[in-house]
Structure formats: structure tokens, C-alpha cells
């Protein structure tokens, strides 16, 4: 479950089994994907933070204002040099090659379409700065275009596509240059809070469909739950933490990540108000119950105060109620953060007068409830 350390010099980052390598150009053992370490000295501010993806992974590098997600991006785009550090795309060395010959494609934040363009046309530039023939370029967007849906936007201008549609025409012409490498900046911040949910959903499913590796940078740790394999916290230019969503969420190694992802995130199979909980590890799946009713593939999500503790059943019972083990308590603010274990992992946040009516022993067993109206859901 917990995100590893590579050992030894040179390794850092996330490893697993299959994929262990040192990034180094060697044929069959090479890491595939991205493996970059970027330094970027800016003065007071350094960057330096290890950065992998496997080809078709999502990662999310997530952090605060200033913490160099930018730089980041930019460093990997080729718009920013490296003071040290490297970086491998599908074991190529493309640490000093020209942003235009890199594998890269990017989707900006505000997506900086060209106004004047029709959508196909903007799709097609890219493909025609590589060289293409104008009827192959145009060819490629058009198919490009039907992929994400908009074959009868071909002809329109940016102006005359909405928000979401926009984000489509950048994410076909960054598609377009066929990348080995796909990034996103802040994907969603140029939309107004109604459209994000759904676009959110769409761009998840439309990046678990590609085979290139995608780092997308945000601050919203909801977009980087729900869009991303894997998460990489920056702050002050460091990783602080690595892993998947629910990893990082469950387990948070610094108070600006318990903050930001103060959330009990759970995928799973909605039917109705119930949704049952996928990945349950050793135990039997658990359910959540919602107040609204929902179908299919959903997040469920709700923060650790809404959680309450019990020693005894409680009478009236709430529709989410779990025997859970206490597995680990600490202060958080000035509320006690109790970790459960269980039909679920849990976090709870009670005051330390809750904690002191519980009188938990080691590995108690005590009820956890939490009321549906709490419970978010949406769609995966
Ligand atoms: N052109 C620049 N020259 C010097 N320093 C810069 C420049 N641009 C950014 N910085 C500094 O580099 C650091 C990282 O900035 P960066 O924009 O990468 O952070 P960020 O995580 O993307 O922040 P935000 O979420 O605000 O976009 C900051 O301390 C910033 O002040």
C-alpha cells in the first residue's frame, strides 16, 4: 500500500516490482515513460524534484502557490533550463533538446488556442511545425478532433466553443504532435465551478485512454484525486510526498497534505443510494450510502469531522455505520485525527474531549458513522 523509496544513490521516487530500474539508456531494462530529475535555480527558489510517469500513467504534481509546479512543467516542456538533473522520455535522453523537437505536447492553462484559427486548424499546427503536408496535418486533426468528440466543430473558431470544448481542442491539437509525453497545467482552472465537475470526469476518461504518460500540475487536490494514477506533493520546490490518490489521502506526511486532501476518498459501484466500495484489500467490501441516488463508477468522498465516534452502537442508527479497529491516533490542529482500520481505512477527526469518552486501548474496536447527507459522490 505505502509508496516505497528506491534505495540507494541515484534512486529516489516511486518504484514497484516490475519497473525497477535506474533510468539508465539500456535497452530492455530502460525505464519507459518519463524519469526526469529537474533542477531549475531561480535565485532564492531551486527546484529540485524527481518526476516519473509510465506510458499511460497520470501523475498529478500537487502543491501550493510557489512550490514550482511551473517550473516544473516548463523545465520538462524545455522552456526552462536544468541547472543539474536529467531527463528520459521512453529512455531517450531529451534533457538538452529544443522545445519543438521534443515528444511533448501541452495544454496551457487558459489553452491559448490561436483566434483566428478554425479548431481543425489548430489541431493541424502542430503536426505541420513537425513537417507534415498540409493534407496530412489536416487529416490527422480530424480524427483527432471525432476522438474527443467535436468533428462538427472542425470549422468553428475558439470563440464560438464553449469552456469545455476549448479544453477538447487543446487536448487534441497537444494530442496532435503525437507526444510521448502529455502536459496539463491547471486543466480546469479556466472553467466556472458547473461545467469543472463534468469536464473533470470527461478529461479522466479521455487520458486513461492514451498510451503517452501525462503530468498534469494543479492545486485543486480534487482534480488531482480524480484525474490522476498517481499524486507527487512540491513544496518548496521539494517532493514531499508521492503515491496514489487514496495513499496520499489516507496518509498524509506533512500538514499542508492533510489539509489538502482532508478528505476520506473511496471509488466504487454506485446502484441507488449504495455504493459498494471497490479494492477492499483483505476485508469484504464495504458499502456507503448516499442521499441521492446514483449509477455506475463514482467517488465517494466525505472529511474526517464528519466522521463520529462510538463505543457503544449507537441508537438511531445513521445509514454508515462500520466496526472499525483504532489504529493510530494524533493531534491535527485542535482536533484529535484517529486512523480506523477495518471494513475500510478511515480518518476521524474529534476533539480530544471524544477521544477521552472513548478511552480507546490499543487496537479498540469502536463504531464509526457518518451521516449520508456528508457523503459526496461523483462520477469516476
Ligand atoms: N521568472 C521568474 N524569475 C524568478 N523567480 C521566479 C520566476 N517565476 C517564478 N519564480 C519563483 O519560482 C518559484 C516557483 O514558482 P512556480 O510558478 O513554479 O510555482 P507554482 O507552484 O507553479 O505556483 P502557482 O501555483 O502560483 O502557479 C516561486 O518562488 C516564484 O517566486
Redo the contacts with the bound molecule.
Keep these: 500500500m505505502t509508496a516505497e523509496r528506491a534505495p540507494g544513490a541515484g534512486g529516489g521516487g516511486v518504484v514497484d516490482g516490475a519497473d525497477r530500474g535506474d533510468g539508465a539508456d539500456r535497452g530492455d531494462g530502460a525505464r519507459r515513460g518519463l524519469d526526469a530529475r529537474l533542477v531549475v535555480d ?2 532564492a ?1 531551486r527546484l529540485d524534484a524527481e518526476l516519473r510517469a509510465r506510458p499511460g500513467e497520470v501523475v498529478a504534481v500537487l ?1 501550493p ?7 516544473a512543467l516548463r523545465a520538462l516542456a524545455g522552456l526552462e533550463s536544468l541547472a543539474d538533473g536529467r531527463i528520459g522520455l521512453d529512455a531517450q535522453d531529451v534533457t538538452t533538446m529544443p522545445t519543438e523537437r521534443r515528444p511533448v505536447g501541452m495544454v496551457f492553462q487558459d489553452y491559448l488556442l490561436f483566434g483566428h484559427l478554425s479548431a481543425l486548424d489548430n489541431v493541424a499546427f502542430g503536426p505541420r511545425c513537425q513537417g507534415a503536408g498540409r493534407a496530412e496535418a489536416r487529416e490527422r486533426a480530424a480524427e483527432l478532433l471525432e476522438r474527443v468528440g467535436l468533428a462538427e466543430y472542425a470549422a468553428a473558431r475558439p470563440r464560438a466553443l464553449s469552456g469545455g470544448q476549448a479544453q477538447r481542442v487543446a487536448l487534441a491539437r497537444a494530442l496532435a504532435v503525437r507526444p510521448r509525453l502529455l502536459l496539463l497545467d491547471e486543466p480546469l482552472a479556466a472553467l466556472d465551478v458547473h461545467t469543472r465537475a463534468s469536464v473533470r470526469s470527461e478529461l479522466r476518461r479521455r487520458l486513461a485512454d492514451l498510451d503517452c504518460a501525462t503530468v498534469l ?1 494543479t ?1 485543486d487536490p480534487l482534480d488531482a484525486m480524480v484525474l490522476a494514477d498517481r499524486i507527487t506533493v512540491l513544496e518548496a520546490g521539494r517532493v514531499v510526498q508521492e503515491g496514489t490518490p487514496g495513499e496520499v489521502a489516507q496518509h498524509p506526511r506533512t500538514g499542508y497534505v492533510a489539509r489538502l486532501v482532508g478528505l476520506n476518498l473511496y471509488r466504487g459501484s454506485a446502484r441507488g443510494t449504495r455504493v459498494a466500495l471497490a479494492g477492499g484489500a483483505e476485508s469484504a467490501p464495504a458499502e456507503v450510502s448516499l442521499s441521492e441516488r446514483w449509477d455506475g463508477e463514482v467517488f465517494v468522498a466525505f472529511p474526517p469531522r464528519a466522521v463520529a465516534l462510538y463505543r457503544q452502537r449507537p441508537d438511531g442508527t445513521p445509514r454508515n455505520l462500520w466496526r472499525l479497529r483504532i489504529e493510530g491516533v494524533e493531534r491535527f490542529g485542535d482536533q484529535v485525527r484517529v486512523h480506523l482500520e477495518g471494513a475500510l481505512p478511515l480518518l476521524a477527526d474529534i476533539t480530544p474531549e471524544a477521544l477521552a469518552e472513548l478511552r480507546p486501548v490499543g487496537g479498540a474496536e469502536v463504531w464509526a458513522a457518518v451521516k449520508a447527507t456528508e457523503v459526496r459522490c461523483y462520477p469516476a
Excluded: I
Design positions: 531561480r535565485g527558489f502543491g502557490n510557489g512550490s514550482g509546479k511551473s517550473t500540475v492545486h
